[in-house]
């Protein structure tokens, strides 16, 4: 008889730390700290947007959303989040159903992991 398993399906993110501290160098503490938080907010928005637009088939707006939290995971060092919105992008714009459900399922698994790592990093909450 075959027994069935389930695997996790974990990675490790990558967060650019030297970017993290380059704004919080750049800003002082304080200032870094709510800079950081309204980025978190805005990237829990654009990740929630994205899941939404793909949920109603909408591949334009997933996309778009897609993109704008590439930009912003980039530039408060979410390396990993900032490729995997990338990666998804590429799928729907090759309309490749199979790889965007497969992207899709990992940008949330990812997208989830590295605002929890950069808001436990940043000491914020």
């Known amino acids: 008889m075959a027994q069935i ?26 200032a870094a700290q709510n800079v950081i938080e309204l980025a978190l907010e ?15 088939g909408d591949l334009a707006g997933a996309t778009g959303h897609a993109d704008q939290l590439s930009r912003l995971a980039w530039q408060i060092g979410l390396l990993s989040l900032a490729g995997v919105a990338m990666d998804l992008c590429a799928c729907a714009e090759r309309h490749d159903p199979g790889a965007l459900a497969a992207v ?14 950069i808001w436990d990093r940043a000491g914020i909450g």
């Open 104 to 117: 899709r399922a990992r940008l949330m698994r990812v997208g989830n992991r590295s605002l929890t790592a």
């Open 5 to 30: 398993r389930t695997l996790p399906v974990t990675e490790p993110v990558r967060v650019d730390v030297r970017r993290v501290g380059d704004i919080v160098n750049e800003l002082g503490e304080s």
């Open 42 to 56: 805005q990237l829990a928005g654009a990740l929630t947007a994205t899941d939404e637009a793909l949920a109603r």
